[in-house]
Nanobody, 123 residues
Framework: VQLQASGGGLVQDGGSLRLSCTAS????????IGWFRQAPGKEREFVAAFRRGGYTYYSDSVKGRFSISRDNDKNTVYLQMDSLKPEDTAVYYC??????????????????WGQGTLVTVSS
C-alpha cells in the first residue's frame, strides 16, 4: 500500500492544522496507521496511531491537543492538531503496518511510509 501525506504548512503558535494520510487502496482489517514526526537534528518520534477496532493512541506530548480519526470511504486517516506549539515543528510522516500492541509506538513496527509533510509553528 502506498501512502500520501498532506496538509502541512506554516501556522502561528496556538493555531490548528489537519494532516491527511491517504492510502492507495483499502487496507486489511488488521492494520494500524501511525503518525510520526522528526524535527531537525532529532530522532523520529511517535505522535499518534489508529488501530483496528477504533483504538487510538497518543504520545504524552500531544495528548489532549491532537486527535486521530479515519474515513474508510476515502481510505484516509486524519491528524487534527490544535493548540500547536513551536516545539511541534517537524516533518510529519504517516505509516501503515500491523504492529502488536506493545510496538505500536515504534517506527520499526510499520512497513509502509508516506513521504512526509512539513509543519512549521511560529512563535
Amino acid at each position: 500500500v502506498q501512502l500520501q501525506a498532506s496538509g502541512g504548512g506554516l501556522v502561528q503558535d496556538g493555531g490548528s492544522l489537519r494532516l491527511s494520510c491517504t492510502a492507495s487502496r483499502r487496507t486489511s482489517s488488521n492494520y494500524a496507521i501511525g503518525w510520526f514526526r522528526q524535527a531537525p537534528g532529532k530522532e523520529r518520534e511517535f505522535v499518534a496511531a489508529f488501530r483496528r477496532g477504533g483504538y487510538t493512541y497518543y504520545s504524552d506530548s500531544v495528548k489532549g491537543r491532537f486527535s486521530i480519526s479515519r474515513d474508510n470511504d476515502k481510505n484516509t486517516v486524519y491528524l487534527q492538531m490544535d493548540s500547536l506549539k513551536p516545539e511541534d515543528t517537524a516533518v510529519y510522516y504517516c505509516a501503515h503496518g500491523n504492529p502488536i500492541l506493545s510496538s505500536i509506538t515504534l517506527a520499526r513496527a510499520y512497513t509502509n511510509w508516506g513521504q512526509g509533510t512539513l509543519v512549521t509553528v511560529s512563535s
